[in-house]
């Protein structure tokens, strides 16, 4: 019997897409929602037709860019914005809003919108393995204890050659770097598993389709958006799924939503 469906999704704009999130979570019944990209203020998130739907909210938004928040009905405790280490990017240097927590029915779920990278060699990739390295840490320090914990979003990372519809074409570009996969990895090696793959595994089996190009039609995708679990998440999970009929249709985010099915 499932428990817990849970999912993550960059819905690319909580104000153009709130239409399709409330159809979408109505159509999966899906108790958490880990949500990145919102592009909105906290003042700009739609906080009241989410609650009318019946979820408790968390969102932090600082400006147009980036944007995380957590959407749970299994109860929203210890709510955290951001993680201890977190390195920040600009002038001057602050955090930027990539992270968020909570407690949701006795899971720690975060929230995470890993920095683009840009390209190899950009200052923009230091930081991005920066931030990674940093949560890392964290999430290690988590888990520690046996809490389970499920780190979902978006990783900006293909972590294996079968996660993009073409490595020739990527092979210059970001995503796909050896220090991008290296950063990717520590995490597993950590301990932590990449609980979709087993039930949705490649190739061909992809998140995000680029709005240009006609790449979704044609195909051309990435995997990288993940739920990566703590030994505890793990193995409770029952089932994942990519839903990619939510990238059809006019309106919809370049990204697909991804779905985890948890038991007792």
């Not at 389709?209 to 990288?224: E, N, P, S, V």
Request: proline share 5%.
């Amino acid at each position: 019997m499932i428990d817990v469906r849970i999912a993550t999704w960059n819905v690319n704009s909580i104000r153009s897409r709130i239409d399709r999130v409330e159809a979408w979570l109505a159509r999966s019944d899906v108790d958490v929602l880990a949500m990145q990209e919102t592009k909105a203020r906290d003042a700009q998130f739609p906080y009241a037709r989410l609650h009318d739907l019946g979820y408790e909210v968390a969102h932090h938004g600082l400006n147009q860019w980036n944007g995380v928040a957590i959407l749970s009905r299994v109860g929203l405790d210890d709510v955290r914005v951001g993680f201890d280490g977190d390195p920040g990017w600009g002038e001057p240097l602050a955090a930027e809003a990539r992270s968020i927590g909570a407690t949701c029915g006795g899971i720690r779920m975060w929230s995470v919108y890993v920095p683009n990278g840009r390209a190899i060699g950009d200052p923009h990739m230091a930081y991005k393995l920066d931030w990674l390295a940093r949560l890392r840490e964290q999430a290690s320090a988590w888990a520690a204890d046996g809490t389970p914990v499920a780190l979902c979003g978006d990783w900006n990372i293909a972590p294996q050659d079968d996660d993009v519809w073409s490595m020739e074409y990527y092979l210059d570009k970001s995503h796909v770097s050896p220090p991008e996969r290296a950063a990717f990895n520590a995490f597993l090696d950590a301990g932590f598993v990449d609980v979709v793959r087993p039930h949705a595994p490649g190739p061909g089996v992809y998140t995000y389709w680029d709005y240009q190009r006609l790449a979704f039609q044609k195909r051309r995708g990435m995997r990288i958006d993940f739920v990566l679990g703590s030994p505890s998440f793990a193995a409770r999970v029952a089932g994942a799924a990519i839903d990619r009929e939510e990238r059809k249709g006019a309106g919809a985010s370049d990204h697909a939503p991804v779905v985890v099915e948890l038991t007792d």
